[in-house]
């Protein structure tokens, strides 16, 4: 019994304690280890996730940015002309249908033209007759006017012989021969037929003004009906409806019987080889906007370069129009009718940090993006500049190499961290 006492009482050595304690250390080690990789693998479970695939990603680089504002689009043909009616009347006939080609001048369809053929063939006649009574009314002016002088030259002749009586009663009285009394009768009659002569050539000269003011009245109401004759003559052309050129009739009023009005469209011929954009962008860019600005329309993932053609100055409801011929007008992507996306370039930026374009992107201003960093998605606060089709200026909060996420993220709005799968 001693004996056991003794062994139980033995001193422990310090290296056997110092191994116990040890291990004990190791094990508590081991132990915080283990429930830190449950918790984090936990916290790794329960962290929300995003599959990869699902995501665009872009790298931030350094380049050149063509600085644009975006509008939209629509393709239309280069030139389309619409055909109105140029009166009111009855379609009878139709010649072709819509997508027939069609040359300068083939028939397009017959209008009712009876009632316009009649008013064309009055307006012949009182043309005439009017032209009957200018001829008249010159005529009768010329025999007037005939007439007047006829008279001034038998006054004139009449004063002559006056003038001639007067000399000789001045030659008897000075040879005592004569009297005073018929000297003073010959000059009384003398002045009497020189008041009458300058009168008759003043009523000459007055009837002449007038009869002058007359044709001229005449000729101008002659030309005003000769410009309504022709306008009448100029609508019953028109009125036959025919192609006005070498195109594609996109359009037909087919409906045969049926009434169209004056003004009313009744046909549309379009040149479908070549084609243009009609575009539209908010007024804020007016200034931006103007003739002879390069352009890019953008279809799918083709982008065709064009220039500003036309400019509309007025706004209407917040917008400004203009229309895009592209560099090669027949390019086969165009289509008419088919929407396009726009990009006005402004200026040109070089050696810019700049990231792929997204549709998160609304301009320029402070964006939260996610930045790739390992298998994780981190949230940072980014400042973007100017854009263009393909890229976006990166201002500050972004560095070179990294990789940032250009989709929607909308849904992760608040998350810390994403895990990328």
Known sequence: MKADNQTMDRQIPVKEQRTRKMRKILMAVAIVAVV??????????????????????????????DVSVSATGRVVPAFEEVIISPISSQILEVYAHSGDHVEVGTPLLRLDLQSTET?????????????????????NTETQLSDRRMQIKVEE???????????????????????????????TALRTAQLQLNQLRQQYHNEQRVKQADMRMQQLQNGIFEKGVSEKRRTLNDAKICSPRQATLTYINSEVGSTVGAGQKIAVVSDLSHFKAECEISDSYGDRVSVGGSVILKIGKERLPGTINTVTPLSQSGAITFTVLPDDTSHPRLRSGLKTEVFVITSIKDDVLRISNGSFYSGPGNYTLFVLNGDLLQPREVRLGECNYDYIEVISGLETGEQVVVSDMTKYKGKEKLKVF
């Not at 936990?42 to 995003?50: A, C, D, E, I, K």
């Not at 009449?158 to 009768?185: C, F, H, I, P």
């Open 36 to 65: 830190s990789g449950i918790a984090v693998w936990l916290g790794m479970q329960m962290m929300p996730s995003v599959n990869r695939q699902a995501l665009v990603f872009s790298e931030v680089d350094r380049g050149t940015i």
């Open 119 to 139: 008013d064309y063939a009055k307006a012949l006649d009182e043309r005439e007759i009017r032209r009957q009574q200018t001829a008249q009314l010159q005529a």
């Open 157 to 187: 002749m009449k004063v002559s012989q006056l003038e001639a009586q007067l000399r000789n009663e001045l030659y008897l009285d000075s040879l005592g021969s004569g009297t005073r009394d018929r000297v003073r009768q010959a000059e």
